[in-house]
């Protein structure tokens, strides 16, 4: 049987009609590049007489250097490279190399042409060009048809270019009024971009900048003043979009643009950096929304990475709650200290099941491990500490909701108590070298069940830590943006339904990190430390969960009041106005990282706490939750119950 014939792909020949067509279309340009430098030397009259002789340059002159002039300048323009390049992105580079190869087309074409008058090549040039007519040829000609040839090839494409930019556009429909703040690179380069979209036709109504000169113009776009003006200029030509050019400014210019334009209904997008786009991580035509992180963002995380390398880095690390927000993001930050193994043990199948294949996909060189297992229970946590013998173990799962917690106070003393003393006496009894204990801010004179669990985690770890060669160490940081069941997925979520927006109080405050950041300190604390601290971590400055409500709202393109009802509920049982980040009587001390502070902590007695944790567990499922608290009470004496919410307000307040 012969063998199928093979399909031959239309690339090829698409490529091959695109070639001919340019090629057709410079040759149209050369010949009306010429034909316009004849007109110019003749003065617009296409016959000249002298004496009793006619002339007529159309066919005496015009025609042979034609044919002269096309093969010359067709093989420098393809030696050049002119049939290559894209005419519709068009730029100065291009103009410079169509000038660049004009020049050389003219002096191959003049060179061609005297060599042929001289006699050079006269059983050739005979034929194409005939002395008598040549002396009349004004020698302006030359010099007329290089300045044609770069007028009528840069021209074609410039109106190539704008054709897409501008004229093409303007058919999608109506135009949506954008505004650009800051006129540096991204500005120019955001600005580009907008008028070459063609989905959706935007109109650019101005820039404003604070170092640029007011009424100044890029691309014929006026500079409009500084962004204090941001709001009156919106205002004023009811501007939709505002893109953000400012890829090295601080979230809090940021976030105080955004707040002039609250109740205007604007969309925010941000811009990236042009250095990102040389170097390959972002394409200029990433323009994504502002997010509420670009408001409450901090300064990048500068990391000591050879201490981390040495505590993780070919080694086996275990993470307990693997598929939660922290412990999700602490795997990824550590996949990337390519530990020997990586051991991940999570009670949720689903959540373990993605942060694994992620993993894996992520990073195809790591040796993943994942245990699905509850860390309350004794014997399987053991079971898979011996078989995998971590070096390093980073205890991230706990229950966190404060009004869960509130209503189930036995859960929260198993899990977030039970469960780490659980986890500690494993690492006892394994040899685990470090173990790090997540903990929360919530922990600092705690009104909920959550907070004052994690408190006595604090306390039982650091009760331990002198029993055996495993290091106790733990890190105690605030709210996490973007972390499952905080509040900002929710107002997401509210404002995706068009409200109302839900706010316990007017005067709720908290401390915010990211994620990613949250998950980097973790490491550089845990590295630092050699047993028995409880390290903090630098939050900034607390902010207003009304506010965050607001800004929210504002990206979203909507009006707050308006368009989204932001409502008070009340505070919940066990919340506080605000939190706090030390106890009376603590202290914090620097550490080596600007962003990690170490407390100086009352001293407890080891046993009393001890055998606290042991009867407050041994009671769990026997008693009430209000003897449950009594009992904790006894070993956090800050603890505050209280639940009557106006009492809370008062205190707080």
């Known amino acids: 049987m012969g063998s199928k014939p093979k399909q031959q792909e239309p690339w090829p020949q698409l490529v091959r009609f695109r070639g001919l067509v340019v090629v057709a279309a410079h040759a149209g340009l050369v010949a009306a590049a010429l034909f316009a430098a004849f007109l110019l030397a003749y003065d617009f009259r296409f016959a000249h007489q002298r004496g009793d002789l006619m ?101 074609a494409r410039i109106l190539v270019r704008f054709y897409y930019e501008d004229i093409q556009p303007r058919r999608a429909g109506e135009s949506r009024r954008a505004l650009i703040v800051g006129a540096g690179d991204a500005g120019e380069a955001v600005l580009r971009e907008l008028f070459r979209v063609r989905e959706e036709r935007y109109e650019c109504v101005g820039i404003l900048d604070d170092d640029a000169a007011p009424y100044a113009r890029i691309h014929g776009v006026e500079i409009l003043g500084n962004t204090s003006k941001l709001r009156d200029v919106c205002e004023r030509f009811a501007v939709r979009e505002v893109f953000m050019a400012l890829p090295h400014v601080g979230p809090r210019k940021i976030r105080e643009l955004v707040e002039q334009c609250h109740g205007l209904g604007i969309h925010f997008r941000a811009v990236p950096a042009v250095t990102d786009v040389i170097e390959g991580r972002v394409q200029i035509n990433q323009i994504r929304q502002v997010d509420i992180a670009d408001l409450l963002g901090r300064d990048p995380v500068n990391l000591d990475s050879e201490r981390i390398a040495r505590q993780i880095g070919d080694c086996r690390v275990l993470v307990t709650g693997a598929g939660g927000s922290i412990g999700s993001e602490l795997c990824r930050q550590i996949a990337g200290f390519r530990p020997r193994r990586l051991v991940l043990v999570e009670q949720a199948e689903n959540s373990l099941f993605e942060i694994d294949r992620e993993l894996r996909d992520r990073f195809p060189k790591i040796d993943v491990a994942p245990f699905v297992g509850d860390v309350t229970d004794e014997s399987r946590l053991r079971s898979i500490l011996d078989l995998e013998r971590p070096s390093a173990l980073f205890h991230a799962a706990a229950h966190k909701h404060v009004p869960m917690m509130e209503g189930n106070p036995g859960e929260a003393v198993k899990n977030n108590i039970g469960g780490t003393a659980v986890v500690a006496h494993a690492c006892l009894a394994t040899g685990v070298e470090k173990m790090v204990l997540i903990s929360t801010d919530k922990a600092v004179n705690p009104t909920s069940m959550m907070g ?69 300190l973790v490491l550089q604390a845990g590295a630092m430390g050699k047993g028995g601290e409880i390290y903090v971590l630098h939050m900034g400055e607390p902010i207003k969960i009304v506010d965050l409500a607001r800004d929210m709202i504002t990206l979203s393109g909507l009006r707050p009041g308006v368009d989204v009802d932001i409502v008070f509920t009340g505070v919940r049982p066990g919340e506080k106005l605000f939190e706090e980040l030390s106890s009376e009587g603590e202290d914090v001390g620097d550490t080596a990282h600007p962003k990690i502070g170490i407390w100086k902590h009352r001293s407890g007695d080891p046993e009393l706490i001890q055998d606290g944790v042991r009867s407050v567990l041994a009671m769990v499922d026997g008693v009430s939750g209000e003897e449950l608290r009594a009992a904790l ?3 956090v004496p800050e603890c505050n119950w209280s639940h009557d919410r106006e009492e809370i307000t008062a205190s707080r307040s």
């Open 452 to 520: 004052c669990t994690k408190r006595v985690a604090e306390l039982y770890v650091q009760s331990i830590s002198d029993l055996g060669v495993t290091q106790f160490v733990t890190v105690r940081f605030g709210n996490v943006l973007g972390s499952s069941g905080s509040v900002v997925p929710i107002f997401r979520e509210q404002i995706a339904r068009g409200g109302p927006v839900t706010v316990t109080h007017p005067d709720m405050k908290r401390y915010f990190m990211t994620i990613p950041e949250a998950a980097q």
């Open 55 to 155: 002339h007529r340059w159309v066919t005496d002159l015009y025609f042979p250097l034609l044919a002269l002039a096309l093969p010359v300048k067709l093989l420098v323009f393809l030696g050049t490279g002119q049939y290559r390049g894209s005419w519709r992105y068009v730029g100065l580079r291009d103009l410079f190399s169509v000038i660049s190869a004009s020049l050389i087309g003219t002096f191959g074409f003049l060179t061609a042409y005297f060599l042929i008058e001289n006699g050079w090549y006269s059983r050739y040039g005979r034929l194409l060009i005939d002395d008598a007519p040549m002396r009349y040829l004004r020698q302006s000609v030359f010099a007329l048809d290089l300045a044609m040839t770069v007028a009528w090839v840069a021209g």
């Open 633 to 635: 009470s006894r070993l």
